[in-house]
T-cell receptor, first 109, second 112 residues
Framework: GQNIDQPTEMTATEGAIVQINCTYQ??????LFWYQQHAGEAPTFLSY??LDGLEEKGRFSSFLSRSKGYSYLLLKELQMKDSASYLC??????????WGAGTKLIIKP | SQTIHQWPATLVQPVGSPLSLECTVE??????LYWYRQAAGRGLQLLFY??????ISSEVPQNLSASRPQDRQFILSSKKLLLSDSGFYLC???????????FGSGTRLTVV
């Protein structure tokens, strides 16, 4: 079957750095997305990785290792507004998007 | 620029009542359209997707149906709601499968 695993919840301190991991087992791979979802709101696009390596976008970076079926989202200089759920999603060989259940990130002052 | 509209934002409906949620996209042609449901504290569940007018694919068996009467309009319906239909319903569009999805603001449905 197809599966995406992420931690259910993480806690970090304002100003610190946090890494949210995502592992996947899918039938084929055509890209990996990270989305941010604030409570009660729709998900918003953060990043897309299709090749191995690190993609940096401001305070957020996303890493992919296709051979390991592994990605992480790195958030630097955490702000209170970063408190949200972070969703990992993988496009499989049929170009279907498979979603993880999301990681709820709690930022403490 | 492209925008996606979804309404209503919240809805409380009795069991057995009908449902109609509408989603429209502006600023693009022939988008791929999707209906998702998200139960509280759960991941996104794909309900339906459409690659063109009148073309609907269903991912899970349920008492919901979808229609795409126009290129940029996607409707989610039910003839008789169940308690288990409660959830956060999201419409989304994409240019193609390997581009990011853009979501509407969502409808929070509570069936009582």
């Amino acid at each position: 079957g197809q599966n995406i695993d992420q931690p259910t919840e993480m806690t970090a301190t304002e100003g610190a750095i946090v890494q949210i991991n995502c592992t996947y087992q899918t039938s084929g791979f055509n890209g990996l997305f990270w989305y941010q979802q604030h409570a009660g709101e729709a998900p918003t696009f953060l990043s897309y990785n299709v090749l191995d390596g690190l993609e940096e976008k401001g305070r957020f970076s996303s890493f992919l290792s296709r051979s390991k079926g592994y990605s992480y989202l790195l958030l630097k200089e955490l702000q209170m507004k970063d408190s949200a759920s972070y969703l990992c999603a993988v496009t499989d060989s049929n170009y279907q998007l498979i979603w993880g259940a999301g990681t709820k990130l709690i930022i403490k002052p | 620029s492209q925008t996606i509209h979804q309404w209503p934002a919240t809805l409380v409906q009795p069991v057995g009542s009908p449902l109609s949620l509408e989603c429209t996209v502006e600023g693009t042609s022939n988008p791929n359209l999707y209906w998702y449901r998200q139960a509280a504290g759960r991941g996104l569940q794909l309900l339906f997707y459409s690659v063109g007018i009148g073309q609907i694919s269903s991912e899970v068996p349920q008492n919901l149906s979808a229609s795409r009467p126009q290129d940029r309009q996607f409707i989610l319906s039910s003839k008789k709601l169940l308690l288990s239909d409660s959830g956060f319903y999201l419409c989304a569009w994409s240019v193609s499968e390997n581009y990011g999805y853009t979501f509407g603001s969502g409808t929070r449905l509570t069936v009582v």
